[in-house]
């Protein structure tokens, strides 16, 4: 009984995202003479098989056998040769698709599904990614690289957008980038999409980014947008980070922290604690005219002889007024931005090995089989942390969300069942 509830549960995720399974806005790039397959088969097919965590076309088309025996997929009435999706996948259009993964983060804004429940504020993060390691140039956004001593190789990055605050940390948006540029190079388009997408309905009203995308340029485009930035500073702005050292190292000497963890055991560093202190002695310091505040944020270790020292010291500048969030929550947001790693990152490359670049290579494939991959990533993270309800489920390893997805699509529909069966009353 407990395994057809749960199916049952699955079952009714998959009837109330069938939206997320309509790709009848993508064009079908194909001329319309000899066509076996419906574009929205082949495209739902894929995506269910990237649910299922299949790595590659050939684990899509042995799963494509079962799916089609289960009969739950309209128009997909038998095996579907890897060969036949990588001939369209490849030229479909990443356009069409990445408007098709906007679409999917607007209905599910509008069911509440995307409330922010882990912050107190609603926050995204932004962070480059790297999607395949190649020995040969795929497309002209493949940057090449050429390590001495060594055959050159390329490498296919994209920029991506993932929404911290909500329960379910779904990827919002994503870009490639170009060869010729880098992260900071390509925020500025990113931004752009992302208030043309999601400026009106107000998913988020502040942006957090590392290092990388550190620059007075991106964040005064930030705050002239009415947002907030939470921008980690390092080398790369040295001027700025010398006074922040100056001004912040000398308030922690003499002063208590303004808020601080508790002892808490790290799986790699051991027994940690974070401290935070904060200044607003910067405020509009030269041409950061937008800057309100600088933040020190200090991790601590304890030693097995009980003696504490200093691990690693971070600083953060923001524009955020000083009220908005008290030094509790800014610990928090700090923590929080490497839910874009360890969250969305970490399930592409270790469950989908997304990094090894195993799917379709040639034309649109590498930017396409990623935008697949983050639809069917946002709905396997939603459907455990938003849709399934207990704890236990919740904290489902991914191989077993995969088991119950899988029973689920090859199971009748229970509900329906269970609706054919109940006796109507005159």
Same mark, same amino acid.
């Given at each position: 009984?407990?395994?057809? /509830?749960?199916?049952?549960?699955?079952?009714?995720?998959?009837?109330?995202?069938? *939206?997320?399974?309509?790709?009848?806005?993508?064009?079908?790039?194909? !001329?319309?003479?000899?066509?076996?397959?419906? &574009?929205?088969?082949?495209?739902?097919?894929?995506?269910?098989?990237?649910?299922?965590?299949?790595?590659? @076309? #050939?684990?899509?088309?042995?799963?494509?056998?079962?799916?089609?025996?289960?009969?739950?997929?309209?128009?997909?009435?038998?095996?579907?040769?890897?060969?036949?999706?990588?001939?369209?996948?490849?030229?479909?259009?990443?356009?069409?698709?990445? !408007?098709?993964?906007?679409?999917?983060?607007?209905?599910?804004?509008?069911?509440?599904?995307?409330?922010?429940?882990?912050?107190?504020?609603?926050?995204? &993060?932004?962070?480059?990614?790297?999607?395949?390691? @190649?020995?040969?140039?795929?497309?002209?956004?493949?940057?090449?690289?050429?390590?001495?001593?060594?055959?050159?190789?390329? $490498?296919?990055?994209?920029?991506? &957008?993932?929404?911290?605050?909500?329960?379910?940390?779904?990827?919002?948006?994503?870009?490639?980038?170009?060869? /010729?540029?880098?992260?900071?190079?390509?925020?500025?388009?990113?931004?752009?999409?992302?208030?043309?997408?999601?400026?009106?309905?107000?998913?988020?009203?502040?942006?957090?980014? *590392?290092?990388?995308?550190?620059?007075?340029?991106?964040?005064?485009?930030?705050?002239?947008?009415?947002?907030?930035?939470?921008?980690?500073?390092?080398?790369?702005?040295?001027?700025?980070?010398?006074?922040?050292?100056?001004?912040?190292?000398?308030?922690?000497? +003499?002063?208590?922290?303004?808020?601080?963890?508790?002892?808490?055991?790290?799986?790699?560093?051991?027994?940690?604690?974070?401290?935070?202190?904060?200044?607003?002695?910067?405020?509009?310091?030269?041409?950061?005219?937008?800057?309100?505040?600088?933040?020190?944020?200090?991790?601590?270790?304890?030693?097995?002889?009980?003696?504490?020292?200093?691990?690693?010291? +971070?600083?953060?500048?923001? %524009?955020?007024?000083?009220?908005?969030?008290?030094?509790?929550?800014? $610990?928090?947001?700090?923590?929080?931005?490497?839910? $874009?790693?360890? %969250?969305?990152?970490?399930?592409?490359? $270790? =469950?989908? =090995?997304?990094?090894?670049? #195993?799917?379709?290579?040639?034309? %649109?494939? @590498?930017?396409?089989?990623?935008?697949? #991959?983050?639809?069917?990533?946002?709905?396997?993270?939603?459907?455990?942390?938003?849709?399934?309800?207990?704890?236990?489920?919740?904290?489902?390893?991914?191989? =077993?969300?995969?088991?119950?997805?899988?029973?689920?699509?090859?199971?009748?529909?229970?509900?329906?069942?269970?609706?054919?069966?109940?006796?109507?009353?005159?």
């Amino acid at each position: 009984m407990k395994l057809l /509830k749960r199916i049952k549960t699955v079952q009714s995720f998959v009837r109330q995202r069938r *939206d997320a399974m309509c790709f009848a806005a993508v064009r079908d790039p194909r !001329h319309r003479r000899g066509r076996r397959w419906t &574009a929205q088969a082949l495209l739902q097919t894929a995506v269910v098989g990237l649910m299922l965590l299949a790595r590659s @076309l #050939r684990a899509i088309e042995r799963l494509s056998e079962d799916l089609a025996d289960g009969g739950r997929i309209k128009g997909l009435l038998r095996r579907v040769a890897d060969s036949t999706l990588g001939d369209f996948l490849c030229r479909l259009s990443p356009t069409d698709l990445r !408007h098709h993964l906007h679409r999917q983060i607007l209905v599910e804004h509008r069911r509440k599904a995307l409330e922010p429940t882990v912050l107190p504020i609603r926050a995204i &993060a932004v962070d480059g990614k790297t999607t395949a390691t @190649l020995d040969f140039e795929a497309n002209r956004n493949c940057q090449k690289h050429s390590p001495e001593n060594q055959p050159p190789y390329w $490498i296919h990055r994209v920029v991506n &957008a993932t929404l911290l605050s909500s329960a379910a940390a779904v990827c919002i948006d994503q870009l490639p980038i170009p060869a /010729k540029t880098n992260d900071m190079g390509i925020f500025p388009r990113l931004w752009k999409g992302l208030l043309a997408i999601y400026g009106r309905p107000h998913l988020f009203e502040l942006v957090s980014t *590392d290092s990388g995308f550190c620059s007075e340029k991106n964040a005064r485009l930030i705050d002239a947008s009415h947002k907030a930035y939470w921008i980690s500073l390092k080398d790369n702005q040295p001027e700025l980070k010398r006074e922040a050292e100056r001004v912040l190292l000398a308030r922690a000497k +003499r002063a208590a922290p303004e808020a601080q963890t508790d002892w808490e055991c790290d799986s790699s560093r051991g027994w940690i604690r974070r401290q935070l202190w904060r200044t607003d002695e910067m405020a509009g310091w030269e041409k950061w005219t937008h800057l309100r505040q600088v933040v020190l944020l200090r991790v601590l270790v304890r030693e097995a002889d009980g003696t504490e020292r200093v691990l690693e010291d +971070r600083y953060y500048v923001t %524009n955020l007024v000083r009220g908005r969030l008290d030094g509790a929550q800014l $610990i928090e947001l700090a923590r929080a931005h490497w839910r $874009i790693e360890n %969250n969305l990152h970490g399930a592409l490359d $270790i =469950q989908w =090995q997304e990094d090894h670049g #195993r799917c379709v290579q040639r034309g %649109n494939g @590498l930017a396409v089989s990623s935008l697949l #991959r983050i639809i069917a990533y946002n709905l396997m993270s939603l459907l455990r942390a938003v849709h399934l309800r207990t704890v236990g489920a919740r904290a489902a390893a991914w191989d =077993q969300l995969r088991d119950w997805v899988r029973d689920a699509w090859l199971w009748p529909e229970l509900a329906r069942a269970d609706e054919e069966a109940t006796p109507v009353t005159p």
